[in-house]
């Protein structure tokens, strides 16, 4: 089985300055990664996905990620972050072979200040 | 274009009132999926098919059940909907296929109230 964690509910940010966004996963076999953005009322969205080769992958948007798989990491990066970036954002899951069950993190609430 | 269309987008039912949420694809993807998502919580995977292949989580509660008769509808039964149901409920599909275009595709979502 997987299972994500995301250590920050929110996380308060001023426009321009950069931010990180963590996420830590555990799973006994290898897996897809992703990072989903939801703005209010509305579903989910791909910002960028790690499935294999570089780990550094761009997404979306200005967002970037690195897998670790030594730290069991694929934490999310912006250099300048806007105040349209404000949004749920979402780590997941998925087993590269077997089950095609996604699992979700808990979330962080990033809210970009002015 | 192609997408992952969820009706209606609000439904209000009343307790244990039976409701239906539906849900269809123009991306002829193999594995549709249903997830609740409550306020401030992360989606929670109830089931998903591989095409006609159900795959039940094992703590969704017997009170939801799904159908999928064709590939391109999916649909989410509450049989008897209790307070603690109301939530947003997303439907997702993906191809099914591994490789480079793996990924989830989301509808918008249904918010469902239980009065």
């Known amino acids: 089985a997987q299972s994500v964690t995301q250590l920050d509910s929110q996380v308060p940010v001023f426009e321009e300055a950069p931010v990180e966004l963590r996420c830590n996963y555990s799973s006994s076999v290898s897996v897809y990664l992703f990072w989903y953005v939801q703005y209010p009322n509305q579903g989910l969205q791909l910002l960028l996905k790690?499935?294999?080769?570089?780990?550094l992958v761009k997404g979306i948007n200005g967002f970037e990620a690195e897998f670790n798989k030594s730290q069991t990491s694929f934490h999310l990066r912006k250099p300048s972050v806007h105040i349209s970036d404000t949004a749920e954002y979402f780590c997941a899951v998925s087993a590269t072979s077997g089950t095609y069950k996604y699992i979700f993190g808990t979330g962080t609430r990033l809210k970009v200040l002015a | 274009d192609a997408m992952v269309i969820q009706n209606p987008r609000y439904q209000v039912t009343q307790f244990g009132k039976p409701v239906t949420l539906s849900c269809s694809q123009t991306?002829?993807?193999?594995?549709m999926y249903w997830y609740q998502q409550k306020s401030s919580q992360a989606p929670k995977l109830l089931f998903h098919y591989y095409d006609k292949d159900f795959n039940n989580e094992a703590d969704t509660p017997d009170n939801f059940q799904s159908r999928r008769p064709n590939t391109s509808f999916c649909f989410l039964d509450i049989r008897s909907p209790g307070l603690g149901d109301a939530a947003m409920y997303l439907c997702a599909t993906s191809s099914g296929n591994r490789g480079g275009n793996e990924k989830l595709f989301f509808g918008s979502g249904t918010q469902l109230s239980v009065l």
């Open positions: 991306l002829n993807h193999n594995v």
């Open positions: 790690y499935l294999s080769g570089s780990t």
